[in-house]
């Protein structure tokens, strides 16, 4: 079992930057690959970013690739997102998310966080 808890939500003008973070409560973190979702109230969930269990490998979804950069550090049990270059259309609860493999976090994931909100004003 693996529990998730985001932090670094919060509000930010358009054109602006956060940073969010993910912690694991689980004893080799390096197992899992890890990613982002984010969801509308109203609408599904959508994936953002992934990355693979050692970190060297990344996909992203096109509305923020270039943008956004998803990261980990295994030691210290974590993934972040550093968000940059906010648009209004990101305002979003985020949700942290980790799986066996890169390709199912991509799609789906086993493990979900509480989600934290982001919301970009214009």
């Known amino acids: 079992q693996v529990q998730l808890v985001e932090s670094g939500g919060g509000s930010v003008q358009a054109g602006g930057s956060l940073r969010l973070s993910c912690g694991a409560s689980?004893?080799?973190?390096?197992?899992?690959?890890a990613g982002w979702f984010r969801q509308v109230p109203g609408k599904e969930r959508e994936f953002v970013a992934a990355?693979?269990?050692?970190?060297?490998?990344?996909n992203y979804a096109d509305s923020v690739r270039g943008r956004f950069i998803i990261s980990r550090d295994n030691p210290k049990n974590s993934v972040y997102l550093q968000m940059n270059s906010l648009k209004p259309e990101d305002t979003a609860v985020y949700y942290c998310?980790?799986?066996?493999?890169?390709?199912?976090?991509?799609?789906?994931?086993?493990?979900w966080g509480q989600g934290t909100q982001v919301t970009v004003s214009s």
């Open positions: 998310a980790a799986g066996n493999a890169i390709a199912d976090v991509t799609t789906s994931a086993t493990y």
């Open positions: 689980v004893r080799t973190f390096s197992y899992y690959a």
């Open positions: 990355i693979s269990r050692s970190g060297a490998i990344s």
